[in-house]
């Protein structure tokens, strides 16, 4: 089942104050999750731009953020009337490729210097920060909305779930580098790491060039996988109440629709260290902490809570952490958004 189905069956077996509003929570699900893939298309435009924009700069080929944002739109376009998800793994493979010859060279520029390890290093700058580099972490786990897409379009969906399954080796190998590349790159840049850790490299040098047009090519060719979630979400809903002969037009103009609104949304705020931050403080906190709670603590009831109830203790624990990441990273982030305009 998809997220928003299982989230519905499982409210359907819990307390009977929530079985009401199982249909609530099943659209609520698909709304949450489409407005995700649109934050994360929405960002990626960003980061592309931000990091051709500097190669461009030192290239004499001055435009302001919003120019370079334009003219992305163009090719996403094309990329996104790619109908089979079969045809984007030739692209995910490539951007696989480039994603590791990057990191490669920003490893380079992050070891060649001895790295001392300074005390005003290993202290907290701000506490009000802290929601901040929750709702960063959280984008971190983006794949939430990807992962179930894949599994329910592979030929053998049992080989992506297990202790030694696709999706646990593939999440153990993004967390590690998300992790080392937060380390080194803190240790190298200190406060003045910036929201990319490409954009900390020199503006100057052939290699550091090279790094940002590489990853920025990875993460272009990505956009079409994270836009498929929120067009194959929509149309399910409404491919069954349009009729065969309009079923094309209405396909490719939906997928064109996807490609405008993160485009729109980052020629309005083309910031992307809050962006990230507020997208995955408000999807990410419900989507993978709030929500999951919800659905476990359904799932038990009335009474296989264990000794002491102590699964419904976890999971309320779980719900509350993720209300407080929701309610405190949104704002933290709004506030910054507002104070960068």
Request: charged share 15%.
């Amino acid at each position: 089942m998809a997220y928003p189905k299982s989230m519905m069956m499982a409210v359907q077996d819990g307390p009977p104050f929530l079985r009401c509003c199982k249909s609530f929570f099943y659209y609520f699900v698909d709304i949450v999750l489409i407005i995700w893939q649109i934050g994360i298309c929405c960002i990626y435009l960003i980061f592309v731009a931000e990091n051709i924009k500097q190669v461009c700069d030192f290239n004499e080929v001055e435009y302001a953020l919003r120019i370079h944002i334009s003219f992305l739109l163009g090719p996403q376009l094309l990329l996104n009337l790619i109908k089979n998800l079969k045809l984007l793994t030739p692209l995910s493979t490539i951007s696989n490729f480039c994603m590791i010859i990057g990191l490669i060279l920003v490893f380079f520029y992050m070891i060649e210097d001895d790295i001392t390890l300074e005390n005003e290093k290993l202290r907290i700058y701000k506490w009000a920060e802290f929601p901040i580099f929750i709702g960063i972490t959280l984008f971190a786990l983006e794949a939430v909305g990807v992962v179930l897409a894949l599994e329910y379009n592979m030929e053998n969906p049992k080989h992506f779930v297990g202790a030694c399954g696709l999706f646990n080796i593939g999440m153990v190998i993004i967390m590690s580098l998300y992790a080392l590349v937060g380390v080194m790159g803190f240790l190298k840049y200190g406060r003045e790491i910036q929201a990319s850790i490409t954009l900390n490299l020199p503006q100057h040098e052939k290699k550091a060039q090279t790094a940002k047009v590489i990853i920025a090519i990875a993460v272009f060719l990505t956009f079409p996988l994270q836009n498929f979630v929120a067009y194959n979400i929509v149309w399910r809903k409404i491919s069954k109440r349009i009729a065969n002969p309009n079923l094309c037009i209405v396909d490719y103009s939906l997928r064109v629709i996807l490609v405008l609104i993160p485009w729109c949304l980052a020629m309005a705020m083309p910031r992307l260290g809050p962006f990230i931050a507020l997208f995955g403080a408000f999807c990410l906190s419900l989507l993978a902490v709030v929500f999951p709670g919800i659905m476990d603590a359904c799932l038990w009831y009335p009474d296989r809570y264990g000794v002491g109830g102590y699964k419904l203790v976890r999971d309320v624990a779980i719900i509350v952490i993720g209300t407080c990441c929701l309610v405190s990273g949104c704002y933290t982030s709004a506030v910054e958004i507002a104070e960068g305009y």
